[in-house]
């Protein structure tokens, strides 16, 4: 599981507010563990719970979480959301993803690669419901998802009573299309969305001022 973009602009972008006590977030779907360790690295009172439902991804988060700084705010298991959630409702502050995508899209014949890539394996009809389940009474989604998705993942978010406060659409550069949106759901609110636009790059450079400021504590 490489390190990619979606999940930095999202370990970067995701609402967390120290001054309001979150302090129990869940990365579902954490892969490398790249947006857990962003998150520990952002707020030193977090306590982390990431999950995935691959071995092999389990393994590789574990060790990078021992190896960091924030090791003893860590924890990594194995295990679908759909099953995570049975035990643990209204617990968290934050439920952040990455999440399965391409989901009509040709199959990747690497099995891991098309279970981290699809939504097969997680829906985001499942994803948006059990978050919400996850949620305290004003608690965050944080998620990235294809331009495409936007509207469908709007429709589910509503139906499990998840509605946007914070959108950032995502273009890899100025005149081309839109590539990524990221967006911030809360409980119960349906009120006015704060929107924004950000560019990967400029026209010429390969990160724009606003890409490089929004991440530079995490690149070396």
Request: with cysteine; hydrophobic share 45%; glycine share 6%.
């Amino acid at each position: 599981m490489k390190v990619g973009t979606d999940g930095v602009l999202l370990g970067a972008w995701c609402p967390v507010k120290v001054e309001r006590g979150m302090n129990r977030f869940l990365d579902v779907g954490t892969g490398s563990g790249l947006i857990a360790l962003m998150l520990a690295q952002r707020c030193e009172t977090a306590a982390i719970d990431a999950i995935d439902i691959d071995a092999e991804a389990v393994c590789q988060a574990a060790e990078n979480f021992a190896q960091s700084p924030w090791a003893g705010r860590l924890s990594v298991q194995q295990i679908s959301l759909q099953e995570f959630v049975k035990n643990r409702v209204g617990q968290y502050d934050l439920v952040v993803s990455n999440p399965p995508y391409f989901v009509n899209s040709l199959k990747n014949p690497d099995a891991l690669r098309q279970a981290a890539r699809h939504t097969d394996t997680l829906s985001y009809s499942d994803l948006v419901a059990c978050a919400a389940q996850l949620l305290r009474e004003d608690g965050v989604l944080a998620l990235i998802l294809p331009a495409e998705a936007e509207a469908v993942l709007a429709d589910e978010a509503a139906k499990a009573g998840l509605f946007p406060f914070r959108v950032t659409h995502v273009y890899s550069k100025p005149g081309n299309p839109v590539k990524r949106v990221l967006a911030a759901f809360r409980k119960g609110e349906h009120g006015e969305c704060e929107k924004d636009v950000l560019y990967i790059e400029s026209e010429n450079a390969p990160r724009s001022e606003e890409y490089a400021e929004l991440t530079r504590e995490f690149y070396l």
